[in-house]
């Protein structure tokens, strides 16, 4: 479809990880951004783009609300939407051996395909246009994504308890030629639930390839603690003694990262994804993000999983990704908004490997959302970004676009998939385990 947006405030991203507001238009040709400008010019822009000037598919008045890239959550487990709420309340260690791993085991191939859509849901009213996931049955993640047309980006969670390197391999050949919302990036789970020998073929892979590598990194105390017990080396340092890190990639959580970690980052240009809400919910710690970002560690944000967050909301993320950094730092003039706001898109756009959808701009993918101005929270507006990051929430979401089709607006999903059947599944899946 060929879509005009106009009469629209347009959040433009500068080089210097800053961002301007530009009013005017913004034109979607099939799935890419194809003009952005006053409209002054329409008539030479349609004709240098062969669209006529007056027939589009869709005319949409802005009325002054905010046309932003989708945010990218850079770190999730979308399938634990059966979780939620059902495993509340404990120490990391307890609440994966003692509650999640078991529950995950009575999962079916075809749940999968129920679960990841039911989070996708969240995520479109949350502005979320892509994902990183790392969970079961990619296969059915996958396939839930691109019916309903929804940007995946999956990573193995290859470990001792299931998968072998071969798969990971298979998986990474496949999901990179599935379809054009779907890519696939080399990973594994944790080191503290992965033998030697598994990491080891993870590091020929990524050799192979010279492929980018992600993995949970340093998200607890005792995890850090427990790695140097087994190898004199934290999980950072151990990943690049093996070579892992040698093409680039990151990790997740990254809470108990000292500064040898954090220099390794640095020259490495990998990504460090926080994720304050679940590391605050199970008192994992508050990740150094101040420090990495002034050693120029690029940063991006995840909600993790619906088990160890419960709601998967970029806004309440962006909050705690900048609060809590003040208060580690006790500093309030630390992670100011701009950061904050870069990380939520175009930072985890770089950690995900899509630079096609990063930023507003020509020849962009249109993966963007629309911000309601119109509401008490975001008045008056005394700089934007700010607004979004301390005061946004998930009611300002009027409209979300993944790939020039708009699948939400207005509270109403376009997801060509029926929304009481997937709450129904995702109740029976529930209901099934023991």
């Known amino acids: 479809m060929n879509i005009r947006f106009y009469n629209a405030n347009i959040l433009r991203t500068r080089e210097d990880r800053t961002f301007e507001i530009q009013k005017g238009e913004l034109w979607v040709k099939g799935n890419e951004i194809c003009y952005i400008g006053d409209g002054s010019d329409k008539e030479q822009a349609c004709q240098a783009l062969e669209i006529p000037a007056v027939l589009w598919d869709r005319e949409i008045d802005a009325k002054g609300n905010l046309l932003m890239p989708g945010f990218k959550n850079a770190h999730t ?35 999968l395909y129920w679960l990841t859509a039911l989070a996708n849901l969240e995520y479109l009213t949350s502005g979320i246009t892509s994902q990183f996931d790392m969970y079961y049955f990619q296969d059915q993640v996958a396939k839930a ?35 054009e919302l779907s890519s696939y990036i080399l990973g594994f789970h944790a080191e503290y639930t992965t033998s030697k020998e598994l990491m080891e073929g993870v590091a020929s892979l990524v050799q192979k390839y010279k492929a980018p590598m992600f993995v949970h990194n340093s998200e607890t105390k005792l995890e850090t603690e427990e790695c140097r017990q087994r190898y004199g080396l934290s999980p950072t340092q ?13 990790g997740y959580h990254c809470v108990w990262f000292d500064e040898a970690d954090i220099d390794i980052f640095a020259k490495r240009n990998l990504t460090a994804v926080t994720n304050p809400g679940s590391n605050a919910k199970l008192a994992s710690g508050i990740a150094p993000v101040y420090e990495m970002l002034k050693k120029g560690v690029n940063l991006a944000i995840g909600t993790d999983g619906p088990a160890s967050n419960n709601c998967l909301d970029m806004f309440r993320e962006m909050f705690l990704v900048s609060s809590l950094a003040k208060l580690k730092n006790m500093d309030a003039a630390v992670m100011d908004a701009d950061d904050v706001l870069y990380m939520a898109t175009a930072g985890g756009a770089k950690a995900m490997g899509l630079s096609c959808c990063d930023s507003l701009a020509v020849g962009k993918k249109a993966d963007l959302i629309m911000i309601d101005l119109h509401q008490p929270n975001m008045q008056p507006i005394h700089n934007l970004t700010k607004n979004l990051v301390y005061s946004g929430s998930k009611q300002n979401v009027k409209l979300t676009m993944i790939n020039g089709v708009i699948l939400y607006e207005n509270q109403n999903f376009h997801v060509n998939m029926d929304i009481d059947e997937i709450y129904q599944k995702a109740n029976e899946v529930v209901a099934r385990m023991k």
């Open 145 to 179: 994504c691109v019916n309903m047309g929804f940007r995946i980006v999956q990573t193995s969670g290859l470990n001792n308890f299931g998968g072998t390197v071969e798969e990971l391999e298979e998986k990474y050949l496949k999901f990179n030629g599935y379809h």
């Open 238 to 250: 151990l990943f690049e003694k093996m070579g892992m890190y040698d093409f680039g990639g990151g």
């Open 77 to 111: 487990h979308s399938g634990m939407t059966f979780l939620r709420s059902m495993a509340d309340d404990l120490p990391l260690q307890e609440w994966l051996y003692d509650k999640v791993f078991p529950k995950e085991g009575q999962l079916e191939t075809e749940d």
